[in-house]
């Protein structure tokens, strides 16, 4: 067994940009950080017989990364002709505008104030650009606006920032909501248990080749992470910080104030379930 095979939902080694799937080929974008990992993952989805493609996520306003993002869906013979947004973190929807410009592109997205053109996205919608099947699925918790994107004919599924290549994410209190997160995952695992989706394409990191076991891998994490902050709130850490101090000491500092966040989102729910 490989090390990436022993890690949750077993990531693919290699280059990150590329082929990913047979509909699915990433260019990743040049921001890294610890928010970001190694970049945003912009994805180009199309039908391999299609001239058509739909982009998700056209990731930060860098010039370069957007004009790389309208040649590599060129070189392989396809015009974008839809782009779609995850949710509104600008690590992933700060270049919308610019690469609709550059490319003609609709911007479909489920916040109004996202959108370029009429249509948003909304739970149940199918898009079919170029004879494609995406399905949105509503996956708030992250953020109010979260979606993810299930493509059926490569058993696989974009997640935004709801599931990463690498590490967990966070829920970004007050906009995201701990309990709103939990019953997205349960969402996605019912697409690896119902309809056989096995493949997550994230917005970064690596792609992961088992999806159940990446979505059993978050459920647990949230489950333990809930635990420890309960008992730190019992053991007498009341603030927020005090509570990031205690349970996230093994964490790299630069990381606590997203922490924080996911804590605040935390107690809130351990609030609204009568547990502290």
Known sequence: ???????????????????????????LAPNPSAMTLDGTNTWIVAEPDSDLAVVIDPGPLHEAHLAEVVATAERAGKRVALTLLTHGHSDHSEGAARFAELTGSRVRALDPALRLGDEGLAAGDVITTGGLELRVVPTPGHTADSLCFHLPADRAVLTGDTILGRGT??????????????DSLRRLRSLTVDDGVHTVLPGHGPVLEDAQGAVEFYLAHRAHRLAQVETAVENGHATASDVVAHVYADVDRSLWPAAELS??????YLKEHGLI
């Open 263 to 268: 804590v605040r989102a935390q107690l809130e």
């Open 169 to 182: 994410t966070m829920v970004a209190h007050p906009d995201g909501r701990l309990g709103d997160y939990l």
């Open 1 to 27: 067994m490989t090390e990436a095979a022993a890690l949750p939902g077993q990531p693919r080694g290699g280059v990150l940009s590329g082929p990913a799937t047979d509909r699915a080929v990433n260019v």
